[in-house]
């Protein structure tokens, strides 16, 4: 490249797409684009070359004239005002323009604080930095925010605050620290640093190797090699599938079930043996490693992405986040989109938008989240999910959110805990129903939210403490995780806080709760959870179920799914079938011949730790049906008939109910059965109902 070399200006690119702020000029030349490196003298000293979208690149402000450039000349600069109007221009040219613009940044200090380093004026820039210092503290009166680096008024060439890195990276990550990850910088020059030979790997094949041998041993000791090793490798990074959806399902099927490797001669005559990635029982025994602005390169080698934070367990990475300043408008949009364009999703949610390839699908056949985050909002999804299906978790359960806000300085410990913790270890264990109990003798998933003080997390916070907790991330991709068929299209779907905290708490009831052979009068397993229409209760039971089955205790359970209205059972039905087992009544006892009533019957009385699917009405037996008294309810109520007027008529409406206490048969005595009644408000106190007691 050399000094006659001329580049045509292309555009503006605005890393902010609204509002206030500067551009960057864009050159086109061999159907390249590029962007000037400039000196210190405000030359351009050459030309770069980077991956740039067309339409994201706003107009020249002077269309008519092709602006050339080349080496050497003075640098171009360009700023966008909150009306639209685009300045662009040398150094001076544009620091002119910015002096009559300066009013109107008042309401924006991040972009105020921008223009005065630009323009070199002492004075703004401590007016703009008292106003950025005065945005942290009303932070940090409610939340644990982290000191930001300060930045020296009295200079002109003041070092840039990094909003970014200072206020949602960096405490990102620090948090995870404090849960048990490891958190290694990254560096986007040396890929050793980042533990790879190069930038397009994605795998930490190092750390992945060790978990291996760890996570699969013969008697106590190690016995996988390196060409067994190697042959899981391959198999996680050629997984089946043509697009990002089909290999993401089957890497995440292969990490939840492992792959298998060739035995040895003297171990069960030579059989393959299963090979484990990650230990799901054992939490603790897998490798957690955050690394934030993890570099990877572009499959055609020109161009690169480096998401904000990568999260990896046993080197396979997991999680990929995008953080953005809570200074710029629409930072979680913005977030968003760029994972999108890393996933290279843009193409498939928007295809008249986006028709070519522009991220690192590779980076994202293993993730099980996205997340989005300006440390005030943060929102998870999962691949495939478009914009609007970005969610916040806004519970830290099952771990109090107090001892959250402890972990992370915001609450101090309470004066008495340590006292209380030496009494404790003197006498023993607490005995739940001992009246007068202190609250510190209590398990910490009792403690009131309010016990030592008030406490407000943000959404990042709770996010990451709900979500990332180790034991958390691995339940949630076991347990909370199912690929759906929707409109002929796979959807992947991860559970809601609300679901996750409730499954959590009714697993818990079900293994503390006591029952009537342990003396009470009503078993105390049982509950009530409530869901809103369209909050996902099928895929509650699905979870819980899911979540029961790999839980010692409660995997022998039956579990009876009750609906009182045909379509119900069909919806649940469906839904169930993604927790793998088989539903009953299944086509085996659908070729019998018997009554539904019947059918329904037979199957309660087995034994077997089924999944039966039954209609309310299906447990009654028909003679006592018929025998039982009736009795009827009659009212008259006032409804809109159809058409334009909707006029009024009273309308004559009779209720029936056949009475019959305690005489349905009996058909199990186990106490390892879960019945899940749907829609439980509709028929919960009647007849029907109650014999199901």
Known sequence: MSTTDTFTLAGMYRPRQHGPGFGIPVFLRDGQYWVQDISSEDRVRQFVTCEMEAQTLRPPPLPTDSILHSIGQQALYAFEAADGTMKLGTREEVSTWLQSRVPELQTTPFVLHDVAEFLGDSGLLSEAQARCDMLLQRSQQTASVPEVSSVSSGTTRAMKIQWEYDL??????????????????????VPDFTERGSFREVLLKERLAAALRKLNLRDGQPWLDEVRIARAMRDLEQVAGHRLMEINQSATELLLKGTVADGLPDWQQGRQQPVRFIDFEHPANNDFLVINQFKVELTSGRGHVIPDAVLFVNGIPLVAAEFKSPGIQNPLQEAINQLLRYSNQRRDLFPTLYTENE????????NQLLIASNFFEARAATIGAPPEAYLEWADTSPVPMSTVAEDLGMLPAPPEQEDAAHELAMLGPEQTERVGTPLFFRSAGQHPLGLHGAAHL?????????MLRPAHLLDLMHNFTVFQQVDGKTRKVVTR??????VHKAVTRLQEGRTRRQGVERDERGGIIWHTQGSGKSLSMVFLVRKMRLMPRLKSFKVVVVTDRTDLEGQLRDTARLSGETLRPNENDTARRESPTARTQRILRESTPDIVFAMLQKYQ???????????????????????KDER?????VTFEENIHFEEFPVLNESEDILVLVDEAHRSHTRTLHRNLR
């Open 497 to 502: 806080y609300q679901q996750f905290r409730a």
């Open 359 to 366: 991220g690192v699908e590779r980076l994202f056949h293993t």
């Open 168 to 189: 949602v990276e960096k405490p990102f990550c620090a948090q995870l620290q404090t849960m048990g990850w490891q958190w290694l910088e990254g560096d986007t020059d």
């Open 621 to 643: 037996d028909g003679a006592q049906r018929d025998s039982a008294e009736t009795v009827a309810m009659t009212i008259v109520r006032q409804e809109k008939t159809p058409g």
């Open 458 to 466: 943000h959404s990042q916070q709770m996010l990451v403490a709900g």
């Open 648 to 652: 009024v008529v009273e309308k004559t």
